[in-house]
Structure formats: structure tokens, C-alpha cells
Nanobody, 123 residues
Framework: QVQLVESGGGSVKPGGSLRLSCKAS????????MGWFRQAPVKDRFFVAA???????LHADSVDGRFTISRDNTEDTVYLQMFDLKPEDTAVYYC?????????????????WGQGTQVTVSS
């Protein structure tokens, strides 16, 4: 059974930082493409960042330069380092895993999802 467990969310002030983690189990992590999405209240789920099996990365324009996705295959964990957080970054952040090989921005390309972790940015 595949499980993705996110952690690291919380409440911060604008300009603050957080690092989200997603621990995977039940799949061959090194062969999985991984992604982060976020969903604010009454909004759709949007792409944030993705990392391929070969460590190629892609970030949404809205977070490029502030967020960085990375992975540690020895820990079966993907990270999202977030700097200079803004109120508009407030959302539930979801980790996702794909059995495909590339970089994917659409949620339909991912096979497994975590339960999400809340990030709140407010003064």
C-alpha cells in the first residue's frame, strides 16, 4: 500500500520560511516522479513544483525563485523548501507521486497523493 505523509506545515508571518517533507512508502521511490500541489479554500488544486527521477526540476512561475523542490532517495523523501512566504501562499500543500518518468504539472499525471499539510501565512 502506497503512503505519502506530508509534514512541516504551520503558521508563519510574511517573509518567513518553511520546509515541507513528504515521506513515501510502498513504492520504488527512486523510480517515481514527485510533485507538490496546493489548494486554497474554495479554489482548485494548483501545481507548485515537480522533480523527475533524474532530479530535473520545474517550479510554477508564482513560486520560482522562492521555493525549491528536492529529493533524497536514501530517505524516500521529497522536500519543498519555501522562502519569502506571502499571504497568497496560504493553502493546503499536497505531495504526489507518479509512476511515470518525467516532469508533470497536471494532477492527472500523478497516481498517489498525500493527505496534505496546512501552510498559513499571515501577519
Amino acid at each position: 500500500q502506497v503512503q505519502l505523509v506530508e509534514s512541516g506545515g504551520g503558521s508563519v508571518k510574511p517573509g518567513g520560511s518553511l520546509r515541507l517533507s513528504c515521506k513515501a512508502s510502498g513504492l520504488t521511490f527512486s523510480k517515481s516522479a514527485m510533485g507538490w500541489f496546493r489548494q486554497a479554500p474554495v479554489k482548485d488544486r494548483f501545481f507548485v513544483a515537480a522533480i523527475s527521477r533524474s532530479d530535473r526540476t520545474l517550479h510554477a512561475d508564482s513560486v520560482d525563485g522562492r521555493f525549491t523542490i528536492s529529493r533524497d532517495n536514501t530517505e524516500d523523501t521529497v522536500y519543498l523548501q519555501m522562502f519569502d512566504l506571502k499571504p497568497e501562499d496560504t493553502a493546503v500543500y499536497y505531495c504526489a507521486a507518479s509512476t511515470l518518468a518525467g516532469l508533470y504539472v497536471t494532477s492527472s499525471s500523478y497516481d498517489y497523493w498525500g493527505q496534505g499539510t496546512q501552510v498559513t501565512v499571515s501577519s
